[in-house]
C-alpha cells in the first residue's frame, strides 16, 4: 500500500492489475492527492486463474493495455420521484406491501375487481379498486388509466366494499409496483425505471420489490445511452415510410415516430443498443462508450495480444450482470478461461454494430463470440440481425463461416466447453492497424475498406440479405420520366440530379438502402439490390439515365425533357379543348417559364373561355326567387 500511494501521488497514468480492491485503492489515491483517475483491469479470474496460465502473458498484457484506453464521458439524464407510488395487486398481498412502505413512501393500492380484501382496523393508505387500462411513463412520470374505479367504503365490515365503478379514471404516480402477477404493463418490463414487478405468489420476490420501491426517492441519474441526430434520420420523407430498424427493434418503446424523423426518449431507452447497431445512417449511435471508442479498444487488445506473441485470439463479448460472474465461477472452481480468450466487457451485447466485426477481423481476431443468457432479458432481433448480416461478408471475404456467433448459456462449464470447441481459424494473413475517428457512418465504412484490404480472398461485390445497410438500385429506364422525385426523397444524397442536364445519378456508398426512394417513384421503376461494393467509396456518381433537355422555342434555354415534353403534346395536342383550333397555344408548352408568362400576356389567352359557367347556391335561389310570381299568376 506504501508503494501504490507514492506511485499515486505522482498523477501519471497508473493501472492497476486486479479490481477486487478497487474501491480501497481509489480512496487511497485520491487522499494521496491524485487527480487523474486510476485505470483496472482484471487480469486474475480472466487470465492467471486458468490451467492455461503460463501461457496467458499476452492476454495480460492486452488487457492491460486495453484498460488505458481513455473513455470519453458519459452524457446523463435525470429522473426525479416525490416517492409517490401505485401498488397493483391482486389480493392481500399487496396490502401488506402497502404497509411495509407507507413509513417511507405516499402509498396508493389498487386492487383487481373481484378480490377480498379485509378492512384495516386503521386506514394507513388509500385502497382502491380497478383494472390498468393502460399505462406509460417512466420513473417520476407515470400516467396510468383504470376502468372500473372506485374508492373502498370506510363502512365495510367483514370485507372491503367498494362505491360505484367508472372508466378512464387517471393516477399519476413515481413508481409502480406490479403485484398483480398478469401480464407486464410495458414492454421489456424488466428495463423500465420505475416499474417494478413480483409474484404475488413467491413472498421473497415481493420482500425484494419492497426493498427495491422503498429506495426510489429524489434524484437520480442515469445514462443517456443514444446520442440522436435528426438530421441523419431517414425514417421518412413527405409522409411516405422508410426506414424503420430503429422502431422495429427497440424492446422499451422508447423510439416513436415524430414527422419525418423518429424520436428517441432518453427516460425510458434502457440502453440495448440495438437502435444504433441497426441505424444504416449513424442518426443513432450509442454513447457508453460511442462507436469509435469501442473500435480503438479493440484495435489496442488485438494489437498487444499479437505483438506479445498471442496467436488465434477468440473475442468474448459479455455484458456484467450475466458474464462476469461465469468468467468469476470458471476462474474459481474451474479450469478458467483458455489462453486465446480474451474477454470484452459491455454495457449490453446487442450494442455491437458491424463496425466493431469488421474491425475486429481485420485487426486480427480469430473468432467472436457473444455471450447470452438463456433466456435474454429481452429481444436480440438486432444482434442476430447483425450477425446474419456480417456471416455473408466473412466467406465472401473468404474468412469463411463460423467467425461469428453466439454462446447461449448460463453454466460456466458449458461455456468452457463450447469455447474450447472452437476450432483454429487462421486470422487475416495482412492484419491492419487503422486507428478511427469520427461518426459511426465513417466508422463503418473505414472498417469495411480496411476488412477488405486485409481479407484472405478478396472480391468487390457481395450480395447481402434485405435489410442490410449498403446496396445499389436498379432503375427500369424505359419506364423513368426523370420526374426526380427520388432524388427529392433521398435522405442521404445517394440519388442526385444535374443542374445543366436531364440526368439522374447514383453514389452508391451513400445509399442506406431506406427504400424512401422505391416507395416516391410515381412510375414504380426503381428496385433496391442489397449489396456490398467496396470500391464504391472511390467510385465517381453512376449515371442512371440520361436525355435531351428541351430548349424553349423563344429563347432557347433548355428546361424539361425533351421525351417528356414531346408526350405531352401528343396527349393534349388536337385532344384537349385548350388546345383545338390554334396551334398558338401549344407553343405554351414548348416554352419556358419566364417565356411562357409573356406570350401568354401578350395574345390574351383565356384559359377558361370555352369552360362551363360555375353554378353557386345564390344563382340557384336567385332563379327560385324569380320563378315564384310566375307561378303564383298561374295558380
Same mark, same amino acid.
Given at each position: 500500500m506504501d508503494r501504490f500511494r507514492a506511485v499515486a501521488a505522482d498523477d501519471?497514468?497508473?493501472?492497476?492489475?486486479?479490481?477486487?480492491?478497487?474501491?480501497? #485503492?481509489?480512496?487511497?489515491?485520491?487522499q494521496a492527492g491524485r487527480i487523474n483517475a486510476v485505470k483496472f483491469a482484471n487480469i486474475r479470474e480472466t487470465a492467471g486463474w486458468s490451467s492455461d496460465a503460463e501461457t496467458a502473458g499476452?492476454? *495480460?498484457?492486452?488487457?492491460?493495455?486495453?484498460?488505458? !484506453?481513455?473513455?470519453?464521458?458519459?452524457?446523463?439524464?435525470?429522473?426525479e420521484s416525490a416517492g409517490v407510488i401505485l401498488i397493483y395487486g391482486r389480493?392481500?398481498?399487496a396490502v401488506e406491501a402497502g404497509k411495509l412502505l407507507k413509513d417511507h413512501l405516499d402509498v396508493t393500492v389498487l386492487i383487481a375487481p373481484g378480490t377480498r380484501i379485509v378492512p384495516e382496523p386503521l386506514t394507513g393508505f388509500p385502497i382502491a379498486q380497478g383494472k390498468i387500462r393502460a399505462a406509460k411513463g417512466h420513473l417520476g412520470t407515470f400516467l396510468i388509466t383504470v376502468d372500473s374505479f372506485s374508492h373502498s367504503l370506510p363502512s365495510s365490515r367483514g370485507v372491503l366494499m367498494f362505491g360505484p365503478p367508472r372508466n378512464g379514471a387517471q393516477s399519476n404516480c413515481d413508481v409502480v409496483l406490479d403485484l398483480s402477477g398478469g401480464t407486464a404493463l410495458f414492454p421489456a418490463a424488466d428495463l423500465r425505471d420505475g416499474y417494478l414487478r413480483a409474484d404475488p405468489a413467491h413472498p421473497a420476490a415481493v420482500l425484494q420489490a419492497v426493498l427495491k420501491a422503498r429506495d426510489l426517492i429524489g434524484t437520480f441519474e442515469k445514462p443517456r445511452y443514444v446520442a440522436f441526430d435528426a438530421s441523419l434520420c431517414a425514417h421518412s420523407r413527405s409522409q411516405i415510410t422508410g426506414c424503420t430498424r430503429c422502431l422495429d427493434l427497440c424492446p422499451a418503446g422508447a423510439i416513436t415516430p415524430n414527422g419525418d424523423?423518429?424520436?428517441?426518449d432518453p427516460n425510458i431507452c434502457a440502453g440495448c443498443g440495438q437502435c444504433a447497431a441497426a441505424c444504416p445512417t449513424g442518426a443513432a449511435s450509442y454513447a457508453i462508450p460511442p462507436e469509435d471508442s469501442s473500435v480503438r479498444k479493440l484495435r489496442t487488445l488485438l494489437l498487444t495480444y499479437r505483438e506479445a506473441g498471442g496467436k488465434d485470439a477468440i473475442l468474448l463479448f459479455h455484458d456484467e450482470p450475466h458474464g462476469a460472474p461465469l468468467i468469476d465461477a470458471?476462474?474459481?472452481?474451474?479450469?478458467?478461461?483458455?489462453?486465446?480468450?480474451?474477454?470484452?466487457?459491455?454495457? !449490453?451485447?446487442?450494442?455491437?454494430? #458491424?463496425?466493431?466485426?469488421a474491425a475486429a477481423m481485420a485487426y486480427g481476431a480469430s473468432a467472436m463470440r457473444f455471450l447470452?443468457?438463456?433466456?435474454?432479458?429481452?429481444?436480440?432481433?438486432?444482434? *442476430?440481425?447483425?450477425?446474419d448480416l456480417a456471416t455473408p461478408i466473412m466467406i465472401g471475404l473468404g474468412f469463411g463461416d463460423g467467425r461469428v456467433a453466439t454462446i447461449e448459456t448460463d453454466d460456466p462449464d458449458i461455456l468452457l466447453a463450447t469455447l474450447r470447441a472452437i476450432p483454429v481459424m487462421a486470422i487475416a494473413p495482412r492484419p491492419a492497424s487503422f486507428r478511427t475517428v469520427g461518426a459511426k457512418r465513417s466508422v463503418l465504412r473505414f472498417a *469495411?475498406?480496411?476488412l477488405h484490404r486485409a481479407a484472405p480472398a478478396p472480391v468487390d461485390v457481395i450480395a447481402l440479405p434485405g435489410g442490410a445497410p449498403f446496396g445499389t438500385v436498379e432503375v427500369d429506364v424505359g419506364g423513368c420520366t426523370l420526374c426526380l422525385s427520388c432524388v427529392s426523397a433521398c435522405p442521404t444524397g445517394a440519388l442526385r440530379d444535374d443542374p445543366e442536364r436531364p440526368m439522374l445519378k447514383f453514389v452508391e456508398d451513400a445509399c442506406v438502402q431506406c427504400g424512401l426512394c422505391q416507395s416516391t417513384c410515381p412510375e414504380n421503376v426503381i428496385t433496391l439490390k442489397p449489396q456490398i461494393d467496396f470500391r464504391s467509396s472511390s467510385l465517381p456518381a453512376k449515371i442512371l439515365k440520361e436525355e435531351e433537355p428541351f430548349c424553349c422555342i423563344s429563347c432557347s434555354k433548355p428546361f424539361g425533357v425533351k421525351s417528356t415534353i414531346?408526350?405531352?403534346?401528343?396527349?393534349?395536342e388536337g385532344k384537349h379543348w385548350m388546345y383545338s383550333g390554334s396551334s398558338r397555344r401549344i407553343d405554351v408548352i414548348q416554352m419556358c417559364e419566364d417565356c411562357r408568362v409573356g406570350f401568354v400576356a401578350a395574345e390574351g389567352f383565356d384559359p377558361y373561355a370555352k369552360n362551363p359557367v360555375i353554378r353557386t347556391t345564390d344563382d340557384y335561389l336567385r332563379e327560385r326567387d324569380a320563378l315564384k310570381p310566375a307561378r303564383q299568376d298561374k295558380g
Open positions: 501519471k497514468p497508473l493501472t492497476v492489475g486486479c479490481t477486487q480492491e478497487a474501491v480501497l #485503492l481509489t480512496e487511497v489515491a485520491a499476452p492476454k *495480460m498484457a492486452a488487457l492491460l493495455a486495453a484498460a488505458a !484506453e481513455p473513455i470519453p464521458d458519459i452524457p446523463t439524464v435525470k429522473l389480493d392481500q398481498a424523423h423518429v424520436a428517441v470458471l476462474a474459481r472452481f474451474g479450469d478458467g478461461l483458455p489462453a486465446n480468450v480474451i474477454p470484452v466487457a459491455l454495457n !449490453e451485447i446487442t450494442q455491437v454494430g #458491424l463496425e466493431s466485426i447470452l443468457r438463456e433466456r435474454p432479458r429481452h429481444d436480440i432481433a438486432g444482434l *442476430m440481425r447483425t450477425i *469495411m475498406i480496411e414531346e408526350r405531352v403534346i401528343a396527349k393534349l
